[in-house]
């Protein structure tokens, strides 16, 4: 964890989802303290017929150190990269997830 999912009706190419991948690691790796090989990024093609043009969501195991100022330079680090990169301002939203809650393999 985290997991981010960018969720796009134009398509992207891989180009572009690298270089918006490469930015959110740095963001992921920096402010979340993220495990290297626990950061899963994916970009979902959708139909979005209301609300922005894009949506990036983010799940993330809470911890003490994942407050408030580090998921709003998250956000306003991944609102950049997708903007340069994608050229849209995309809707994000970020989700804790309690680690007793939490089931997952590898």
């Known amino acids: 964890m985290p997991v981010i999912k960018v969720f796009s009706p134009t398509p992207v190419t891989p180009e572009q989802a690298e270089a918006v991948a490469v ?26 017929p209301r609300g922005a043009a894009l949506l990036l969501e983010m799940h993330y195991r809470a911890q003490p150190y994942r407050d408030a100022d580090a998921l709003t330079g998250f956000m306003d680090g991944a609102e950049r990269a997708v903007i340069e990169h994608l050229g849209a301002t995309p809707r994000i939203r970020c989700f804790a997830v309690d680690a007793a809650g939490l089931s997952a393999r590898h």
């Open 23 to 48: 930015e959110l690691e740095a963001l992921c790796l920096s402010l979340l303290r993220a495990h290297p090989t626990a950061i899963q990024i994916a970009f979902v093609p959708a139909v979005m």
